[in-house]
């Protein structure tokens, strides 16, 4: 019999990357997701069968069966006519993450976790292994525009992994190497209080191989009780930690193709004069981490230097889509309120004196009402605002949480709370010097409009 995998909510960048992966084993590969999108045309046209209606006759016949592997992502609600179809008929569905969690198993895992700054740093460290070591299998969280994919393949023994802590589905990784980017409160609709999401963290970094390492970022505090394995330290510019960036030099030219030089202090010695294409401070801090995995995983640290230089980003990660000197417009997935923090003051180092214009889209009821403070602290560092209604994802409405509660505590003068229905009209009236679109929900599929609105000016 045939191989066969079913994805239901095949459209996720963590889904799709697996679904990609199993077509390239030589599976057929098919899968529900309730919107078209961007990447669900990319899986169409490299052979999938997707469909947009969460109904049992729409999955081909050939995959009603009980020998076909079914994958789901938590963020499908329990009362999916498709998944209880499977429940119902004697399939039992898995999770992304244990499925992910199988295909890691045989292979030296390196992972990376952490509330915000992973994808990143997880995408630059495949980037790394592949220029600078023999290659990796990568799954990411983002899509590389170096290698335009969010699934790189190889025969390495390393496999690079997003370790999503989100449903604790980073338990189901073993790794060799682990990088901790950030614990701060998140995903309090699962874990009800930060102290259990903190232990959960301990929980992930205790599976670490006892010959492994964990690169923990200077001051995050997580349990470390159960920890078998050695630990280091990573900074942006901490000199108390292991690993850390020093002669930290911005390009003059803001509009130049690179955009930042800096050395990295190692155990092992200086990584001189390496150059990153990503502009802002938290980059940095993110090739710090990834160099640092690098290295202990058996990268070559002279070409390193290359691999860093070679980075061209991560789509919707601090997204560059126009810059000039008299228009800039970056596009970004932040979504926490420290994602918001750093972002903007990224911005604010890059453009220094100019005006900056942010707009964001909250994503989830549950996020809205847990943080609302952080996210107006956070907002409140632009000049200007735009605040979008809430991208519900996966959940319902909660009464009384809607994005005024973040809006009414936000400390600047020129605000805006709009739908998303009324956002480019409201930006074709604009005078826009610096604009940065903000959010994890539907808000990318205005950046290639409002890229053609503000180059048509």
Known sequence: MKKRAY????????MSAIARFYKHEGYEVAGYDKTPSDLTDELQNEGINIHFDDCVAAIPEQFRNNETLVIYTPAIPDNSLELNYFRDTGNTPVKRSAVLGMIAKDKKVLAVAGTHGKTTTSTLLAHLMTVASNGCTAFLGGVSKNYNSNLLLSKSEWLVAEADEYDRSFLRLYPHIAIVTAAD????????TEKEMKNAFGDFVSQIDSDG??????????????????TYSYSYDNKEADFY????????????????????HTPAGTIDNCTLQLPGWVNIENAVAAVAAAILAGADKNRIKN???????????????INTPELTYIDDYAHHPEELRAAITSVRQMFPGRKILGVFQPHLYTRTRDFADGFADSLSLLDELILLDIYP????????????IIFDKVRIENKLMRTRDELMNLL?????????????????RFVEPITKLLTSQ
């Open 185 to 192: 409160a998140d995903h309090l609709d699962i874990y009800g």
């Open 7 to 14: 994805f239901i909510g095949i459209g996720g960048i963590g």
């Open 393 to 404: 994802a996966r959940e319902l409405p909660i009464e009384g949480v809607t994005s005024g």
């Open 307 to 321: 691999a860093l230089e070679t980075f061209s980003g991560v789509k919707r990660r601090f997204d560059i889509q």
């Open 213 to 230: 390492v964990l690169i923990l970022k200077k001051g995050t505090k997580i349990p470390l009780d159960k920890i078998r394995c050695k």
């Open 428 to 444: 074709k009236n604009r005078d826009i010097d610096v604009l940065i679109t903000l959010g994890a929900g539907d808000i990318d």
């Open 245 to 264: 960036a020093f002669n930290i030099f911005p390009y003059k030219d803001a509009t130049t193709t690179k955009f930042l030089k800096f050395d990295v």
